[in-house]
């Protein structure tokens, strides 16, 4: 039970396994989200908790047959039956955590181009580089190359700090939970980002819900390098929007973005005389500047 939890009812099981108490209680959440409330269930045996479970107002779109309360209700009922009938099978705790699977790295790059050769991938190759020239680990996430499904709006993740979606998406938030730079390296698409691209950060609501419940903070600087084909800044101004929007919820501190536009006339990124050298003084910059401002 978390500290700002209060209790809504107990109920304690004598079995022939023990005494069990199951506990419900409910966590106002309203710092997160306007009135959002998670409901928590613990099947204690003895002192030791060996079930969990949890569900948020959020989660219940508005045209459900039961509220979060109601269903909680529900699967205490559900829960106290099956306790009273099978305590045989709450002997052990059932894992509540789990690691995200995958490596903690110090410098991620999200590249959103699905073109392995192209521009973005070509900027993502020389942040790599800097970085590995920094002494740092770095990864180029080729999110194009991933299975990372849209986000369903469940807000499951808000209930114990996982999605239950399962996909590739759990080793790029263990690494964005450890980085201290996040780079975003994209083409411009219909005025906002790839798809993939779009996905992955919507589904990175994960990571909001795991500083909210689980205090794992995101500590980055973030970085974006965008690329069009057309001419002039206006191009760039909802990809702009959309990933300071994404950087922004996670905590994420957005250092002035690079962006290259007129690629339709000029094809190569690298034939922009200094722009290789521009980025890569970027990435020093933002590399040693660490925590820092
Ligand atoms: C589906 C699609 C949509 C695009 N939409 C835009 C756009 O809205 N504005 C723009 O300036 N360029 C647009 N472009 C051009 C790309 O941004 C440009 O070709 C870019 O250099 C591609 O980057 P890449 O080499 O990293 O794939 C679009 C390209 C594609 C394939």
Known sequence: MSESATEEKTQTIETPEGTFTIRLTMDDMGDIYPGMIRYNIEVLRGTETVYTYAINSYEIPPGSLFDARKTADIVFARLAQDVSSRPHLYLRPRVFTRPLPGDTVDVVILQGSPRRFGNSAKIASWCDDEAARAGLSSRVFYLQDMDIRACIGCYVCYDQGYCPVDDDM????????????????????????????????????????????????????????????????????????????????????????????????????????????????????????????
Request: charged share 25%; net charge positive; glycine share 8%.
């Open 170 to 293: 759990p080793r790029l938030i263990r690494a964005l939970e450890t980085a201290s730079l996040i780079v975003v390296c994209t083409p411009v698409y219909t005025n906002t980002v790839p798809a993939p691209l779009k996905a992955a950060m919507d589904r990175c609501q994960w990571l909001h819900a795991r500083e909210k419940v689980l205090g794992k903070e995101v500590r980055a600087r973030g970085l974006l390098i965008a690329v069009a084909g057309r001419r002039g800044k206006e191009a760039f101004t909802c990809v702009t929007g959309v990933v300071r929007a994404f950087m922004g919820n996670l905590g994420i501190r957005f250092a002035e973005p690079i962006l290259i536009g007129d690629l339709d006339r000029l094809r190569d990124v690298a034939e922009i005389e200094g722009i290789e050298e521009e980025i890569r003084a970027s990435l020093r910059v933002l590399l040693v500047s660490g925590d820092e401002g």
